[in-house]
């Protein structure tokens, strides 16, 4: 799990704005001290689609019977809000490793200024067991791992690594650590979102990539509905 220095990390939104949007894979293995996970020469934009699908298979699982009061849809975890390297929204006092969820409930650690959807947060909710170190969202992976100054290749290469970090989803057994929620972001109380973060910064290469997240996984839904 990151801990709570965020405000450490990339003082940059998500990436350098006016990168090359034709960048399509990482080209080779991330050497020594890249985040864990990341892959080598697979298109980022097959990435990307496979994100999109584990997401809209997430929203698609059925909730499980739990005892909550009625009209009470809020998912049974814990939330721990963690200062937000971009726009410095601030975070909760405590140290993220050190914070308890309660009732023993699976822990989400977040950006401070970043909200999911309740449907989002399904997969956690359903998986056999929550991993020790807790779960962290697409964002807090992104901007506990983000180069202050990254290109394309560094971008892409931190894509894979959100990809396999989230990838417990597909077997809904997180036994590993980072394990990150499969579901895109939005800022808190903001309509929209992005795939990756709420700070996406103008970068064209994350643009074009959201775009065509947002195809897929409105596809994947589509499909399951016609079966």
């Known amino acids: 799990m990151p ?4 405000g450490d990390g990339p003082g940059r939104p998500a990436g350098r704005a006016g990168e090359s949007p034709d960048a399509r894979g990482a080209g080779r293995a991330a050497p020594s001290g890249e985040p864990p996970g990341a892959r080598g020469t697979e298109p980022v934009e097959r990435v990307v689609e496979r994100m999109a699908r584990r997401e809209a298979a997430g929203h698609l699982l059925v909730p499980p019977s739990l005892p909550l009061p009625p009209g009470d849809a809020t998912p049974p975890v814990g939330v721990r809000r963690v200062r937000c390297p971009w726009c410095g929204a601030e975070g909760d006092d405590a140290p993220a490793c050190d914070a308890p969820a ?3 409930l699976p822990r ?8 999911l959807t309740n449907r989002s ?13 807790g779960y962290l969202t697409r964002a ?3 901007a506990a791992h983000a180069p202050a100054e990254p290109d394309d290749t560094a971008l892409i ?14 077997t809904m057994d997180p036994a590993g650590s980072p394990a990150v929620v499969p579901a895109a972001t939005r800022g808190a109380g903001a309509p929209g979102g992005h795939f ?5 910064g103008g970068v064209r290469l994350l643009e074009r990539l959201d775009l065509g997240y947002r195809r897929a996984r409105l596809l994947a839904v589509e499909a399951a509905f016609r079966v």
């Open 3 to 6: 801990s709570e220095e965020y």
């Open 102 to 104: 309660p009732d023993g």
């Open 108 to 115: 989400i650690t977040l950006l401070a200024c970043e909200s």
């Open 121 to 133: 947060l399904l997969p956690v909710v359903v998986a056999r067991r929550p991993p020790d170190g």
């Open 140 to 142: 807090a992976y992104w």
């Open 157 to 170: 290469r931190l894509i894979a690594a959100v990809d396999a970090a989230e990838s417990w989803a597909d």
């Open 196 to 200: 990756l973060t709420p700070h996406p």
